[in-house]
């Protein structure tokens, strides 16, 4: 019995050094990515403090960018994310506006999520908002904005009558036409888009437009303004209202990356990350996936991208084959890079915003 507490007692003290060891060797690694590659999460305060979720993000240039979220806050920055003003919409206190693209310091278009449907424009800096499209339909659910250029763009929202909601403008969002329905893809009962980051659709270079779906069914649906739609499977999890495809990036007609699982479980890490080197005809897993469910990924610089979500932020420098965690902070839904610069914006839950530098 004496013998038998002492193997017990130097197992125990052997179990505590290598789980303290693994630790310092986790934390070693991370110090050493940082290192390597210089990326790290700065946070910031904002102007007044909030506590809403923020899951609009559109980044200008290296000094711009504007937030959106719940209960009608809006926030802007004109000094690179240094410092943020806040100020809710009046009158649409009580909407979460999920989805935001801003021209300039002074412009900039936010959407709501749910019904009524509002598309609302500012051209004095969010100081004043004026509807410029509004729909009853209590099927519409606005998922995103995205735009090719200064002028042509699309809002695109949850199945009606089985097809994905369209609207297009021409004229930088002060009107706005929907799409016919003929021309909008059609999606399978129990599938539709998720409104998490506004990552789940995206505009390439020719008119191009890619979707992601997710629930009963998940799917890539690439198209042209007012052509015909491809389909694209990829083997990410799926099957429920709460699985699938949250977020797509490709930086190039090949090379691209999706991310995504199930909401329902964060920390589950299986089949909800995956990249293509072939424009999405096959995908593969990563040798190191992401700590989890992931709402959004977006390409910083070359092959180095950043996948963000609940239970925290990865960054892989391999195109989606490593992944490495970035940071730990809880509750970060978004991330985008400039459109025209290399300013890295991530925003959360409970008013959150970062700096990746």
């Known amino acids: 019995m004496y013998r038998l507490c002492i193997y017990c007692y130097i197992w125990s003290i052997s179990y505590s050094a290598i789980f303290f060891m693994s630790i310092r060797l986790t934390f070693i690694l991370l110090l050493l990515s940082q290192m390597l590659f210089g990326q790290q999460v700065l946070w910031r305060n904002t102007t007044p403090a909030v506590t809403a ?18 209960k009608g806050w809006i926030g802007k920055t004109g000094n690179g994310g240094e410092s943020w003003s806040m100020n809710q919409i009046k009158g649409k206190e009580l909407l979460d506006f999920r989805s935001v693209f801003a021209f300039s310091a002074k412009t900039a278009l936010v959407a709501n999520a749910g019904s009524p449907a509002y598309i609302l424009r500012t051209t004095d800096g969010g100081k004043t908002w004026q509807e410029v499209y509004k729909s009853t339909d209590t099927a519409a659910f606005f998922d995103g904005i995205t735009f090719w250029n200064d002028t042509d763009g699309v809002v695109y929202g949850d199945p009606v009558k089985g097809r994905l909601m369209l609207l297009y403008t021409n004229d930088a969002g002060k009107t706005w036409r929907p799409e016919s329905p003929t021309k909008c893809p059609a999606v399978a009962e129990g599938e539709a888009s998720f409104a998490a980051s506004g990552t789940a659709i995206r505009s390439y270079a020719g008119g191009k437009i890619m979707i992601a779906t997710g629930g009963a069914q998940s799917r890539l649906l690439s198209g042209h303004r007012g052509g015909r739609w491809s389909i694209i499977e990829p083997p990410i999890m799926q099957g429920e209202p709460s699985m699938g495809v949250f977020s797509v990036a490709f930086r190039d007609e090949y090379d691209g990356i999706i991310v995504g699982g199930d909401y329902k479980q964060e920390t589950l890490a299986k089949r909800h990350v995956f990249y293509t080197t072939d424009g999405g ?7 190191q996936p992401t700590g989890g469910y992931r709402e959004c990924v977006e390409y910083i610089d070359g092959n180095t991208a950043v996948a ?16 490495q965690p970035l940071s730990y902070q809880k509750n970060s839904h978004v991330a985008r890079k400039a459109r025209r610069g290399s300013l890295v914006v991530v925003a959360g839950g409970n008013g959150t915003i970062g700096l990746i530098k």
């Open 308 to 323: 963000v979500g609940p239970t925290g932020i990865d960054i892989t420098h391999d195109g989606g084959r490593v992944w």
């Open 53 to 70: 979720s923020f899951r609009g993000l559109s980044v200008v240039d290296n000094n711009v960018a504007w937030v959106s979220g719940s």
């Open 281 to 287: 005809r096959t995908w593969q897993k990563p040798a």
